[in-house]
């Protein structure tokens, strides 16, 4: 027996009497959302849409729970193969699976992957102690950097922008563990740097700027900026915003590179599910933004953007109802 199916007979024996008061809508669909790391903004973000939609239970039968996982590379696997309904995963997580590149270039284009909607802006962000000397990406050569554990989205990413500074993996003792170890690692001196893809402001960067190790938030500008954002379409310039770690040593916001937070599923997974997340994000957009400084950005038309896998029926319905439709990109309308 699978997790996924564990998970549902257990919440199935302990839910079966409130499926009596579903407002007629037959039997329960229960739905599972993979996020991320506890300490980042996936596992919010899961909890807020899966609080949205529970309250609506009597309206929907779906019950909604969420799973902290591995991260993007995990979440799309996992809806692939059914252990998961829905899973956040970066944008550019996104397009390798669907083109069948990075992890997926031996089992070849996940046609079954679908868009939902985007979420928040997640930039690239490095953190160098200042005893390190790491001032520039170039820097890093040498020295002892985390780039992101296995199954993560923040280690592709990491090796990009060593790539756009014409450096790999092998020209820096890389280490490959998970983001919420890492200001642990940096402020006890066992590495020098870590990279994390994440929105801002976020947890685990204040611990880092908070520590006994002054640190510093390193830009990711000039030549390997452009070498990045040229190369890859999903990435795009940002800045992170200095005000939110007034503990690090910088004084100015910094420039940086970065992707969006995404929600996928499987083409398998019922219209009228994928329907009713849609719908209750939307509708209480304004509710939802308040969950989550990382949110504070967002408008309706930037959460339709960034995406590459085909938008699932259940998500295009709400959006050809809501006047929404010509935001997305035409050719992910199947």
């Known amino acids: 027996m699978s997790r996924k199916t564990l998970l ?6 302990i839910l079966a009497p409130l499926a009596v008061f579903a407002g007629g809508q037959g039997e329960t669909s229960f739905v599972t959302i993979g996020t991320g790391s506890v300490t980042g903004v996936y596992y919010p973000t899961g909890g807020a849409i899966s609080r949205m939609i529970n309250a609506k239970f009597d309206e929907y039968a779906i019950k909604a729970t969420v799973e902290s996982t591995g991260g993007s590379v995990y979440n799309i696997n996992a809806v692939i193969t059914g252990d998961i309904d829905f899973g956040i995963a970066q944008s550019d997580r996104q397009y390798q699976a669907i083109n069948g590149l990075a992890e997926w270039s031996e089992a070849g284009p996940q046609a079954d992957l679908r868009s939902v909607f985007s ?35 923040q280690l592709q990413n990491s090796k990009d922008i060593l790539e756009g500074a014409g450096l790999t993996d092998a020209d820096i003792e890389a280490e490959g563990v998970e983001a919420v170890e890492a200001p642990g ?72 590179v970065g992707v969006k937070a995404t929600l996928v599923t499987s083409a398998s997974i019922s219209d009228d599910v994928v329907y009713a997340i849609t719908k209750e994000v939307f509708d209480n957009f304004d509710d ?37 439709i010509e935001y997305i990109n035409p050719d992910l309308i199947k």
């Open 8 to 13: 549902f007979v257990l919440i199935t024996l």
């Open 119 to 153: 979420i928040h802006p997640e930039s690239i962000t490095l953190i160098a102690s200042t005893a390190s000397g790491i001032n520039s990406v170039a820097d890093l050569k040498g020295k002892r950097v985390n780039i992101g554990n296995p199954g993560s989205g």
């Open 185 to 256: 690692l940096l402020n006890d001196e066992r590495i020098d740097a870590f990279f994390y893809t994440v929105g801002h402001p976020n947890g685990n960067i204040k611990e880092a700027t908070a520590g006994r190790v002054k640190v510093m938030i390193v830009p990711i500008d000039g030549e390997v900026a452009d070498n990045v954002t040229g190369k890859y379409p999903y990435y795009a310039k940002s800045l992170i915003p200095v005000k939110e770690y007034p503990m690090a040593a910088n004084t100015e916001d910094i420039p940086s």
């Open 288 to 324: 939802f933004k308040k969950l989550h400084p990382a949110y504070q950005v967002l408008t309706k038309e930037s959460m339709l953007a960034g995406l590459s896998a085909p938008i699932h029926p259940g998500a295009l319905k709400y959006y050809e109802e809501a006047g929404l």
